[in-house]
């Protein structure tokens, strides 16, 4: 496609409850990271994926969270039993290689109540 | 612990004037440094990116200078136009690993007519 896609755009969930967040990369792009941003803030790491394979899983705040690239392509950000501080902006980048530009979605606003 | 550090307050300035941004960093060495504009409601889009080699770099109004030594990164606009209203990230890139962006919070420059 012609950029990063992310879907939903926002999403309200009740406490408890559990959501899936996605994101569909550049075609053909290898590396693909997950943000997590709060209001007034910077977006905050959260995973990293080369391909199919999670290099880096540093950033997830807790076992609760949960991404997955299956193919190498679409991503999907899974957040269980939702908790009112997941509330943020989930944004997805990618990029085609090492040390370039990142690409990056509209994101998902996620709402917890 | 890395540390980013950007102006905090908004900048406000009259159109036609040059805006600066400033970027800090602490406790470790950029290999090369991004800066990125965000929009409210939106995905940051990238601007430019320096290079530890280099002390400057531009790109038509922009430009970006790198001192290594200081551990500072200014980010310029010159006759800034209202258009230019956004949010201004800069991202240093740590030496090493792979393209894993480290945000600082951003600074909000507002140019008015």
């Known amino acids: 496609g012609a950029g990063v896609s992310q879907s939903p755009r926002y999403k309200v969930a009740k406490r408890g409850q559990d959501v899936a967040l996605r994101c569909d990369p550049i075609s053909g792009h290898v590396s693909l990271f997950w943000y997590q941003q709060a209001l007034g803030q910077g977006p905050e790491f959260l995973t990293y994926f080369q391909n199919e394979a999670q290099l880096d899983k540093s950033g997830l705040p807790s076992d609760r969270f949960f991404a997955e690239r299956p193919e190498g392509s679409v991503s999907t950000l899974k957040i269980q039993r939702t908790q009112q501080e997941d509330s943020a902006v989930y944004l997805c980048a990618s990029t085609p290689g090492q040390n370039t530009e990142a690409f990056f979605g509209q994101g998902t606003r996620l709402t917890v109540v | 612990s890395q540390k980013i550090e950007q102006n905090s307050e908004a900048l406000n300035i009259q159109e036609g004037k040059t805006a600066t941004l400033t970027c800090n960093y602490t406790?470790?060495?950029?290999?090369?440094l991004q800066w990125y504009r965000q929009d409210p409601g939106r995905g940051p889009v990238f601007l430019l990116l320096i290079r530890e080699n280099e002390k400057e770099k531009r790109k038509e109004r922009l430009k970006v200078t790198f001192d290594t030594t200081l551990k500072q990164s200014l980010f310029h606009i010159t006759a800034s136009q209202p258009a230019d209203s956004a949010t201004y990230l800069c991202?240093?890139?740590?030496?090493?690993?792979?393209?894993?962006?480290?945000f600082g919070a951003g600074t909000r420059l507002a140019v008015h007519p």
């Open positions: 406790n470790y060495s950029p290999a090369y």
């Open positions: 991202a240093p890139k740590p030496t090493g690993g792979y393209n894993k962006l480290i």
